[in-house]
């Protein structure tokens, strides 16, 4: 069973969204890594790009699949994991922690609220 964790929100989509002293941090969850495979290639915009909701930001392969990531929420792209460039495998051993992705200073801060909570995603999940 693939890891949930609480304090965080959710997409249909498989990403998953954290606020950090007024920042959105955004990744892949643990079921979209494990369906995945091995991740090898991961690509997201750049600081100073603005993403919207629902758009695709980036794309992550791994020896399996291409897949494009899609923003939980509108904003502008502040900070980028650039250590996935080197070590993409990191979204595989730590989804939540070193494989992170993106960090968005939100364009409206209660678009975080619409997301799925942990129980939201974890039926999605289960249907």
Do not use: C
Request: hydrophobic residues 45%; aromatic residues 10%; negative net charge.
């Amino acid at each position: 069973m693939s890891t949930i964790k609480d304090d965080l929100r959710y997409t249909k989509e498989h990403e998953w969204a954290m606020w950090d002293e007024g920042l959105v941090v955004i990744g892949i969850t643990d079921y979209a890594q494990e369906t995945l495979g091995d991740i090898v290639y991961v690509e997201v915009g750049e600081v100073g790009d603005s993403i919207t909701a629902g758009d695709a930001f980036g794309v992550v392969e791994s020896v399996k699949a291409a897949s494009d990531l899609y923003a939980p929420i509108s904003g502008e792209i502040v900070a980028v994991n650039d250590a996935l460039f080197d070590a993409p495998e990191q979204v595989n051993s730590d989804p939540y922690g070193e494989g992170w992705m993106l960090k968005v200073r939100p364009d409206n801060e209660a678009d975080f609220d619409e997301l799925l909570d942990a129980a939201a995603y974890e039926a999605l999940l289960e249907a």
